[in-house]
């Protein structure tokens, strides 16, 4: 089983920036080819942020983050990063690092950050 962490997250003023890092562990991890960000606010359902492939080719983005955030990963380190800039308050989210095989659902979950956007 793979298991995730995430880190980075904080309180930044609007305009500001973050850099969200998902640690992966577990023998499995190569096969989990998926890795992907999600967010939470308060009294909303969670939603899609950004995904990215094994290979890093395949990049999908939330509209309403493309063009300010970037995903990354490395997979010597097992490592996924969002890179946040042009942070607003509606950013302001529970940020869930999650991971997939190809064909299924995400069915591994970090215990998410807190990043607070201030006005």
């Known amino acids: 089983q793979v298991q995730l962490v995430e880190s980075g997250g904080g309180l930044v003023q609007a305009g500001g920036s973050l850099r969200l890092s998902c640690a992966a562990s577990?023998?499995?991890?190569?096969?989990?080819?998926?890795m992907g960000w999600f967010r939470q606010a308060p009294g909303k359902e969670r939603e899609f942020v950004a995904s990215i492939n094994w290979s890093g080719r395949t990049i999908l983005y939330a509209d309403s983050v493309k063009g300010r955030f970037t995903i990354s990963r490395d997979n010597v380190k097992t490592t996924v990063n969002l890179q946040t800039n042009s942070l607003k308050p509606e950013d302001t989210a529970v940020y869930y690092c999650?991971?997939?095989?190809?064909?299924?659902?995400?069915?591994?979950w970090g215990q998410g950050t807190q990043v607070t956007v201030s006005s």
């Open positions: 999650a991971s997939r095989r190809v064909g299924r659902e995400y069915d591994v």
């Open positions: 577990g023998r499995t991890f190569s096969s989990y080819a998926i």
